[in-house]
């Protein structure tokens, strides 16, 4: 341990495993450019505030401009004593413009505030990344649900058939989900993004660092409020894993209803056989793994959310390296989140839809509450007419003629009111116009949410 970085009280050596344990230079090493222009920025204003000189601070930039490039290149070469990224990138620059100025760069900081700067910084990045690519999936979602407004299919509760709606409808109803994730990953962003440097290990600098200057050259909004928290808290992190694990949920749902559309039993839909796999023993399947694997994310994101929040639960303030297990969920949540969301985009962008077989699904008793509400409309009490209606429906059922087809004297029989234009209600076109209230399934009703979201999809 002597040799550490930060060796200096140590005379025993490291325990190897110790070593590997609790080093977390195998992933964080992801994250270099943002730790260079972090210690860069830091470098600038400590120079500003006269703890390093001009002279210093440009050798130290020049030197980190240079570690920078080995790491792209991929000629950095990780030494057994690289704990983590920081002190990587600060052994290497000691090297690279000698250990003296180099050991100037580290004045004032902690690793507490660097390890948050680095990942404030990655993670607002893929924010944004993450983002765009919601807006070009709803996009996708829209530009369908428009071109084919005119679809209709039966809607469903209790997974029973319920009432008829437009396709564009379902459509637009996980749109809906989808649009909230897209606001709340927003607000998720502006907590993300705020710079922490300039709060030392915790209790905050003693050498006049312009803290809000540093946040301006790395790109934050603004900076955190108070330095023990600064190195404390991972909430930025466990925030976007919440964001992910109800955006999930909605993607989950919505590849859960795109299973079930896509059976023979209904064949609604018809996924691409670019986003399909088969069987290796039975020819004749084709299966939605790629709704499938959507679906299982879900449980997976659930699971990142709420490790987190178990490792972080009790932490006494400040910083203490349970925080580090805060590394591996925040990577690889972004990563798979990405990949979901370019699969999603392309299964709807792809997908085949069956109008004539949505049709086929529905059938004259979903016009059952019409029925009621035409009642309604001739003076009978709500209550009264879903009784006439449903003893319609069981008259439908027993003598299986459709209830369309049922005669005007056959329903007077039921309740004298029914006159001849009762046949208007038996058109499933009329039932889903009749919903034009906003956040209907009428034609008009379904248009104005297009056009609300598309207003925010730019
Ligand atoms: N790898 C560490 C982490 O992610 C960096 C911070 C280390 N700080 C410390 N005081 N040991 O938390």
């Not at 996924?271 to 790629?290: E, F, H, I, V």
Request: charged fraction near 25%; hydrophobic fraction near 40%; include cysteine.
């Amino acid at each position: 341990a002597a040799g550490m970085l930060w060796g200096g009280r140590f005379t025993g050596g490291i325990d190897p495993l110790m070593h590997k344990y609790n080093a977390s230079i195998r992933y964080d090493k992801a994250l270099y450019k943002e730790d260079i222009l972090g210690s860069i920025a830091f470098a600038r204003a400590n120079s500003k505030a006269g703890i390093i000189s001009q002279d210093e601070f440009q050798a130290i930039e020049r030197g980190l401009f240079q570690v920078m490039e080995e790491w792209k290149q991929g000629t950095f070469a990780i030494m057994p004593n690289d704990e983590d990224i920081h002190t990587a990138n600060e052994r290497r620059l000691g090297e690279v413009i000698g250990k003296d100025t180099a050991g100037k760069l580290h004045t004032g900081r902690s690793r507490n505030e660097q390890v948050v700067c680095d990942m404030r910084m990655w993670l607002r990045d893929r924010i944004k990344e993450v983002d765009s690519q919601l807006v070009a999936f709803l996009k996708v979602i829209v530009a369908r649900a428009e071109s084919e407004i005119d679809y209709l299919m039966p809607g469903y509760t209790h997974s029973q058939r319920a009432q008829p709606v437009r396709w564009a409808h379902w459509l637009m109803a996980h749109a809906a989900a989808f649009k909230q994730d897209l606001e709340r990953l927003r607000q998720v962003f502006e907590r993300v993004n705020l710079s922490p440097l300039g709060c030392g290990a915790l209790a905050g600098n003693p050498f006049q660092i312009d803290r809000n200057a540093i946040a301006e050259e790395l790109g934050f909004s603004g900076i955190t409020a108070n330095s023990m928290n600064t190195s404390a808290d991972r909430d930025f992190i466990i925030e976007f894993l919440t964001w992910n694990s109800i955006f999930t949920n909605h993607i989950s749902r919505w590849a859960e209803d795109l299973i079930i559309y896509g059976t023979s039993e209904f064949g609604f839909v018809r996924l691409a056989d670019s986003y399909s796999t088969g069987s290796s023993l039975m020819p004749n399947k084709k299966n939605s793994d790629s709704l499938e694997i959507l679906r299982g994310k879900s449980g997976r994101a659930f699971g990142q959310m709420a490790g987190l929040m178990m490792s972080m639960k009790g932490l006494p303030y400040c910083y203490a390296k349970d925080s580090q297990e805060s590394w591996e969920p925040m990577l690889d949540s972004v990563d798979f989140v990405s990949d979901s969301l370019g699969i999603a985009n392309g299964v709807i962008a792809t997908l085949t839809v069956r109008p004539e077989r949505m049709r086929a699904a529905l059938d004259m008793t979903m016009l059952a509450t019409d029925v009621a509400e035409w009642l309604v409309r001739n003076g009978v009490p709500f209550r009264e007419a879903h009784h006439i209606s449903g003893r319609i429906v069981a008259l439908s059922e027993n003598t299986e003629v459709s209830m369309d087809q049922l005669t005007l004297e056959q329903l007077q029989a039921i309740d004298s009111r029914f006159t001849a234009d009762i046949a208007e209600v038996f058109k499933y076109e009329s039932s889903v116009e009749a919903k034009s209230a906003p956040g209907g399934t009428s034609r008009s009703a379904v248009l104005g949410q297009i056009q609300e979201l598309r207003a925010i999809l730019g």
